[in-house]
């Protein structure tokens, strides 16, 4: 499994935007890489994924380094409900498992 | 649907007693997985499940854990005998078609509460 580096923790301010970055320097060339978050007392919810292209959906959007060994994930406007932990986690289409790191905890100040 | 549906939200019980956490996974999806979440280990991946077929429980901790799926809508975490390190909130998740690749998010119950006293 491809190692992930996160920062443990992240602040913002309410509205504006927040990039969230993961190093997967070893990650493989089918590797998708997709982000997760855990609101507080809730399980994990999924965000978004993608593999080499940059990607957008009603979340968040996934900017992904060309050589693949990065990738950041993008909330255009953070409200307080995006106030979460934040999991990277790269994982090939083979692969029938998630498996968590330790995140970034995000804080949104108002 | 309803979602992935876990049963009970929290659990009290004494060590050495039996435990049993229950899931109901989205209907149509073949995959089924239990995690267990604590402060110290953060989210640990127990076992999952493809077609009712176990098929990686290298992270279940020891024999006391058990896990069953008789059929596509129903699966069980048994501890016996419970003891007070199990304390942890379980979280079962489900997915159409394993989380790899094209396919995929799971989808993550509200998880049972367990604190063994």
Sequence with gaps: ?110 | DAGVIQSPRHEVTEMGQEVTLRCKPISGHDYLFWYRQTMMRGLELLIYFNNNVPIDDSGMPEDRFSAKMPNASFSTLKIQPSEPRDSAVYFCASSPKGTGGLNTEAFFGQGTRLTVV
Excluded at chain 1, 34 to 51: A, F
Aim: glycine fraction near 8%; proline fraction near 6%.
């Design chain 1, 1 to 110: 499994d491809a190692k992930t580096t996160q920062p443990n923790s992240m602040e913002s301010n309410e509205e504006e935007p927040v990039h969230l970055p993961c190093n997967h320097s070893t990650i493989s060339g089918t590797d998708y890489i997709h982000w997760y978050r855990q609101l507080p007392s809730q399980g994990p919810e999924y965000v978004i994924h993608g593999l080499t292209s940059n990607v957008n959906n009603r979340m968040a959007s996934l900017a992904i380094a060309e050589d693949r060994k990065s990738s950041t994930l993008i909330l255009h406007r953070a409200t307080l409900r995006d106030a979460a932990v934040y999991y990277c986690i790269p994982l090939g289409g083979s692969q029938g498992n998630l498996i968590f790191g330790k995140g970034t905890k995000l804080s949104v100040k108002p």
